[in-house]
């Protein structure tokens, strides 16, 4: 005769304790000193005298008590270009958000709205990079009717209104279309209802579009738009 098995115990259900909000972390900047900051550091990864900052133990053991970025990053997926080491940086120092073709959608742009609403940031970059991959494929739709397939098709519909937007414009198309890209994506964030653009009004964030270079290595800060 097999044995009774016993009760199952009764697990108490699990408490639920909202997060409390993230303090402004020490490495808080104003936009300007941001700016100056990722200059300096895409300066030291250009001279190839990279200091790797904040990726030792202590500084992950320190980031992981709050979330404290000094700025906020949009950039591409394409591997070439991540953000930490063109800028020369580490752990807790940018919050990033890729996707290729550095375009905007809904999660997106939810994603900014979070870096500036609750990790207070004042600076936030778009950074497209020179032969974008993304950027090619629209470009091939529009002027070859190139067919591309299933979900990147999302990606070259939400490029076209930049490559329509450079077609009229002297020299290269492709590079033409990628800084049109960056540009529209400033543009859209700048005036993004409700959190972007408060706080672009209110001026208590900088939208900026840079434009890294793949073969020097160098990110050119765009000039400023205004909403
Ligand atoms: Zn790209």
């Not at 591997?79 to 890729?98: K, M, S």
């Not at 990079?129 to 979900?151: D, F, M, N, Q, S």
């Amino acid at each position: 005769m097999a044995a009774t098995p016993p009760p199952p115990t009764k697990t108490p259900a699990p408490v639920y304790v909202p997060a409390t909000p993230t303090p402004r972390g020490p490495d808080k900047l104003e936009a300007g000193a941001a700016l100056d900051r990722l200059t300096a550091g895409n300066i030291r990864f250009v001279a190839q005298q990279m200091q790797y900052p904040d990726q030792a133990a202590e500084r992950r053991l320190q980031a992981a008590q709050a979330q404290a970025p000094f700025a906020a990053v949009l950039c591409c997926a394409d591997a070439c270009t991540p953000p930490e080491v063109i800028f020369d940086q580490g752990l807790n120092d940018l919050y990033v958000v890729r996707v290729a073709g550095n375009v905007t959608d809904d999660p997106i742009i939810g994603s900014l709205e979070y870096a500036a609403e609750r990790l207070g940031v004042s600076l936030m970059v778009v950074l497209g990079h020179t032969k974008c991959g993304a950027v090619r494929a629209a470009l091939e739709t529009i002027y070859l009717g190139a067919e591309t397939p299933a979900h990147i098709n999302s990606l070259v519909k939400a490029i076209e209104p930049a490559v329509q937007a450079a077609l009229m414009k002297p020299g290269d198309p492709w590079l033409n279309a990628i800084t049109a890209n960056i540009q529209l994506t400033v543009t859209h964030l700048q005036s993004s209802p409700p959190t972007l653009a408060q706080k672009v009004k209110a001026k208590e964030l900088q939208i900026v579009g840079a434009l890294y270079d793949l073969d020097t290595g160098w990110v050119e800060f765009l000039p400023a738009s205004t909403p």
